[in-house]
C-alpha cells in the first residue's frame, strides 16, 4: 500500500484500506524476513501527496500556506 503514484485516486485507496482491516485476510498480514515474523499493526490513509519544506517548524497544511515547497515530479497527484 505504501508507494507513491501508485494509488491513483480515494477510492482505490479506500478499497485496499478496506482489504486489509477485513478479518478473513488477516492470515496475509504476516511475513517472515530474515526469520523473523513480521505483522501488519496499523493501516492510516496519509494522503494523496507529499511535499518537501526545509522548515521543519512546518508541519501541516495551514502552516505551508505561501511558503514555497517540492514536490516529486514524477507523481501524478501532484500534477496540477
Known sequence: IDAL???PSNAVAQRAISYVLDARNAGKMT???GGNKYEVAGVSPLGSA???VRDKNINSV???AGKKFAVLGYDNAQKI
Open 31 to 33: 511475513t517472515t524476513l
Open 62 to 64: 495551514e502552516k505551508a
Open 50 to 52: 507529499y511535499i518537501f
Open 5 to 7: 503514484g501508485a494509488v
